[in-house]
């Protein structure tokens, strides 16, 4: 069984800069696995930041980039800010018409 | 608007069944996968099923195979997920969205309580 690991949790400061990774419990995740990236406020539905590993969805502010780091798909904020605290998860897709859901981030900016 | 706006869910008993409906607007909803995702209280998010644009290819993960099936009515815009023998931990917050490897539109969810 695939497990799409996250860090449990992070904390930045306000102004700060932070990553947040995506890995596999076994072997290295690429491009191929078209990590995507989603915010989830507080009480709130997901929504989409980033799109095959770098590619920002409409409306999402450039402080937020996607890219590979080593064998883990990773997701940069810079200039974090006060409501960029949410919970963060990634999604790799295996194929097959299956995807897999990380554990998921929760942000904290203090 | 793009918007996709989940209905039907509820209380129901162990074993009991539910339909969930999730209704599509903004967008030519026939030229999508369509997936649901839930949530179960406090936890994190977890892919359940897709269904390919013309509802000829459809996916589940292995703890619902054989209890859930998801269809489509492209006339009526609308993306559904019957429930079957539904159990304690299907309990969550399900939604639907719109995709295959990545989902850029997401309703705000429908709660689904399983409990006696």
């Known amino acids: 069984q695939t497990v799409v690991t996250q860090e449990p949790s992070f904390s930045v400061s306000p102004g700060g800069t932070v990553t947040l990774t995506c890995g596999l419990s076994?072997?290295?995740?690429?491009?191929?696995?078209?990590p995507s990236w989603y915010q989830q406020p507080p009480g709130q539905a997901p929504r989409t930041l980033i799109y095959?590993?770098?590619t920002r969805s409409s409306g999402v502010p450039d402080r937020f980039s996607g890219s590979i780091l080593g064998n883990k798909a990773a997701l940069t904020i810079t200039g974090a800010q006060a409501d960029d605290e949410s919970d963060y998860y990634c999604?790799?897709?295996?194929?097959?018409?299956?995807?897999?859901f990380g554990g998921g981030t929760k942000l904290t900016v203090l | 608007e793009v918007q996709l706006v989940e209905s039907g869910g509820g209380l129901v008993q162990p074993g009991g069944s539910l339909r969930l409906s999730c209704a599509a607007s903004?967008?030519?909803?026939?030229?999508?996968?369509m997936t649901w995702v839930r949530q179960a209280p406090g936890k994190g998010l977890e892919w359940v099923a897709n269904?390919?644009?013309?509802?000829?290819?459809?996916y589940y993960v292995d703890s619902v195979k054989g209890r859930f099936t998801i269809s489509r009515d492209n006339a009526k815009n609308s993306l559904y997920l019957q429930m079957n023998s539904l159990r304690a931990e299907d309990t969550a917050v399900y939604y639907c969205?719109?995709?295959?490897?990545?989902?850029?539109?997401w309703g705000q969810g429908t709660m689904v309580t399983v409990s006696s």
């Open positions: 969205a719109r995709g295959l490897s990545a989902f850029d539109i």
């Open positions: 903004g967008f030519t909803f026939s030229n999508y996968w």
């Open positions: 269904i390919k644009q013309d509802g000829s290819e459809k």
């Open positions: 076994s072997g290295s995740v690429s491009t191929s696995y078209y």
């Open positions: 095959s590993t770098n």
């Open positions: 999604v790799l897709y295996l194929g097959s018409g299956i995807s897999v």
